[in-house]
């Protein structure tokens, strides 16, 4: 047997309302959602374990992307170490409708001068849109790079109703 986890992975397609179409991997283990990507999986399965979870995150979604919902209540299987993991901690806690800078980000993560290493760990975060790296923006209020693209970001700023 082997002792690799489980994983489920479906995907969802943004409701037809939001602008531009996207369609995302969600991927869940063990009843948490541990990925989000921006390219769908190539096969879906999901594992009884993750039915709930799994169905919970579209609903969630769905609601976010019409408008209904402006928070997320999802169990999520993040990294607990390092410098990532405290500012993806940090990213949770930028609300909807809210941004903040990556210099911002830095200093919050122990990190004054870290502002490349947020930009990295925005670049690297497993989980975006729940996990809000969108909302973070330069110093100026510039939009900068999102693995999405950044009509994607500008999109979801102006979902919460963030003027960019």
């Keep these: 047997m082997s002792n690799q ?4 992975q479906i995907c969802f397609t943004t409701p037809k309302s939001f602008s531009p179409e996207t369609s995302f991997g969600i991927y ?3 009843g948490h959602i541990t990925a989000i990507t921006f390219s769908p999986p190539e096969f879906e399965q999901i594992f009884p374990e993750d039915m709930e979870v799994i169905t919970e ?3 969630q ?3 976010y992307f019409t408008g209904k919902s402006k928070t997320f ?3 999520l299987s993040l990294p607990k170490k390092g410098f990532y993991s405290q500012v993806w901690a940090h990213m949770l806690n930028v609300h909807y409708g809210e941004t903040c800078s990556y210099s911002d980000l830095a200093l919050a993560a122990g990190s004054p001068k870290g502002m490349r290493a947020v930009g ?11 996990v809000p790296c969108h909302r973070v923006l330069g110093k100026n209020g510039s939009l900068t790079g999102y693995a999405g693209g950044i ?3 500008r999109a979801l700023l102006q979902l919460e109703g963030v003027e960019v």
């Design 120 to 130: 990295s760990a925005c670049r690297n975060n497993p989980i975006p849109i729940i």
């Design 73 to 75: 209540t999802l169990p």
């Design 61 to 63: 979604l769905s609601d």
């Design 28 to 30: 869940a283990s063990n």
């Design 151 to 153: 009509e994607l970001k």
């Design 57 to 59: 995150a579209k609903k």
């Design 5 to 8: 986890p489980k994983i489920s």
